[in-house]
């Protein structure tokens, strides 16, 4: 076997979506222990060919090949599969020596399925744990499905868990875990699995950013002891930071392949500055928040306060941030406003019409709801109160079309035509161009991309036309192209419908370009309230 040749071959891959291109015309080469980037706006065929790679079947190319090199072990009751360097050694499972194999990735179903048992994959927000339990047994079980030795899986799971910074939380149930927590958890479980190929779809696109980098360093120690990793992502420093090469997609094409740095230059000249606008005029307080406690009682962490002595006031057609790192409460804090958990002590007030206050903290322990409709009928303290969120776990009903998705499934009463016209002035306002909104609206959720299908979440929240809207990590896997645009039809709903919005956080960057203001969290608490008008 040559060493020259690579570990895994794409030539001319094409994949069409009922006659719908996706991907046209991919060829590239990626070496054994080589990081790959996946670079490209959202929609521009990163996932699909992720998912082509991992040998998901309804992402089978329409054209064209993928061939992996590797290592195969000859026993049948056997069937591991390891990189192609590792052909004439023992096999580690077995013992039978390794021999080398050119696999026709799609044309031998057989081989596929062994070649699959050596990749891995970390999917955008799907985070896939075992809620009941606790982050040690999570990893324990991904050592167990490979057959890892009993006497060593604990040593290895500590030292897992160790690299990803999350040694102080092995005893938690893994649904007490925020967000990015649960992702360090997943990439955790996916690097016990040892695969000889992990992909990484925006393995950091929700993590704040000394979050990110702890993950980046594990996935760069993963790389120099040998594995193979394409990443994918929308943010240019993480492809910077863990690639030696990156492919740029634009629209299922490649616009540029190269080493890492040239192509990312040219990928930012695209991109630009997300600009302030001038200043904007803030109307009288429309949010009080004050001494907001949520405490919790967990078999596994004793007294937990979530949120732990917060005020703040809020102004009515303010864009009010809060930033803070994974764990700091920022969540916590956004579900008590949005009426979802209840506090355990102080206050949460929003503004009904002039003067009058409504207590809304404990509305979720009451089990009294507020309509989540976009049309309510009348003027009154329900319409006033009405508060959306888009949360960092998102998802959109899966029988239905975007059109519907965005009418129809949250409770939109208003004549077909104009909800469609409706429909169609929020899309274009979040990027998406008049053709591109009327090819969108009859397609389902998995003819989507990660980012589209993000984007149309945001778009249910517009559509409710509510008084206070949450996003919860809203740009978290945006191309910044996207996140421009996203940043202006944030800016236009402020302007057109007086929504106040909260941003919940970690990209600082767009906090500052975006937000009047920003609370920064730690441990519960507001450490911090940053006026950015001036910035």
């Excluded at 209840?342 to 979720?364: D, H, N, P, Q």
Aim: with cysteine.
């Amino acid at each position: 076997m040559s060493g020259n040749e690579p570990f895994i071959k794409i030539a001319g891959i094409c994949k069409e979506f009922e006659g719908k291109e996706v991907l046209k015309n991919v060829s590239v080469e990626i070496n054994e222990g080589e990081s790959l980037g996946l670079l490209g706006r959202s929609g521009s065929g990163k996932s699909v060919l992720l998912h082509m790679l991992r040998g998901t079947e309804e992402y089978a190319p329409t054209s064209g090949e993928i061939i992996f090199r590797v290592a195969v072990c000859p026993s049948p009751a056997c069937g591991r599969v390891e990189p192609p360097s590792k052909a004439g050694d023992p096999c580690s499972k077995c013992g039978a020596e390794l021999e080398f194999r050119e696999v026709n990735f799609w044309k031998d179903r057989e081989a596929r399925k062994r070649v699959k048992k050596a990749v891995a994959i970390m999917l955008q927000r799907t985070f896939g744990l075992y809620g009941d339990d606790t982050v040690m047994y999570n990893v324990l079980q991904a050592l167990e499905s490979r057959n890892y030795p009993a006497d060593k899986r604990f040593r290895r799971a500590y030292e897992l868990l160790k690299a990803v910074k999350m040694i102080h939380r092995i005893s938690f149930p893994a649904s007490d875990l925020s967000g990015g927590e649960k992702q360090r958890v997943v990439l955790a479980r996916q690097l016990a699995l040892d695969p000889m190929l992990l992909l990484a779809d925006e393995p950091t696109g929700t993590l704040d950013f000394e979050t990110a980098k702890l993950v980046h360093k594990a996935l760069k120690d993963s790389v120099k002891a040998g594995m193979t990793m394409i990443t994918t992502s929308h943010w240019p420093y993480v492809i910077e930071e863990l690639t030696e090469k990156t492919l740029w997609l634009d629209h299922g094409e490649i616009v540029e392949y190269g080493a890492t740095k040239e192509v990312v230059e040219e990928f930012k000249k695209q991109v630009g500055e997300i600009e302030r606008e001038e200043y904007a005029k803030l109307g009288k307080p429309k949010i009080k928040i004050e001494h907001c406690k949520k405490y919790y009682y967990s078999l596994w962490r004793g007294m937990v306060k979530a949120v732990d002595d917060v005020s703040l006031t809020i102004n009515e057609n303010e864009i009010f941030g809060i930033v803070g790192k994974s764990g700091s409460g920022k969540t916590s804090l956004a579900r008590i406003i949005c009426q979802i958990d209840a506090l355990t002590g102080g206050s949460v007030k929003i503004r009904s019409g002039e003067e009058r206050w409504i207590e809304v903290g404990r509305v979720a322990e009451t089990g009294v709801w507020i309509a989540w409709g976009a049309r309510t009928p009348g003027v009154g303290e329900q319409a006033a109160t009405h508060v959306a969120m888009l949360h960092q776990e998102y998802s959109l009903y899966p029988e239905n079309t975007v059109l519907e998705n965005l009418t129809s499934c949250i409770g939109l009463k208003i004549p077909e035509e104009l909800a469609k016209m409706k429909v169609l002035f929020i899309l274009q306002s979040i990027g998406f161009s008049e053709d591109e909104a009327l090819e969108i609206l009859p397609k389902d959720h998995t003819q989507l991309s990660a980012g589209e299908r993000q984007r149309i979440v945001l778009a249910q929240v517009l559509m409710k036309e509510p008084a206070v809207a949450i996003l919860d990590e809203p740009t978290g896997t945006m191309d910044p192209i996207t996140k421009k645009f996203v940043a202006e039809s944030i800016r236009a709903a402020r302007e057109n419908l007086g929504i106040t919005f909260l941003i919940v956080s970690h990209d600082l960057d767009f906090v500052k370009m975006v937000c009047d203001r920003a609370a920064h969290m730690k441990n519960g608490k507001v450490t911090e309230v940053e006026d950015l008008r001036g910035a």
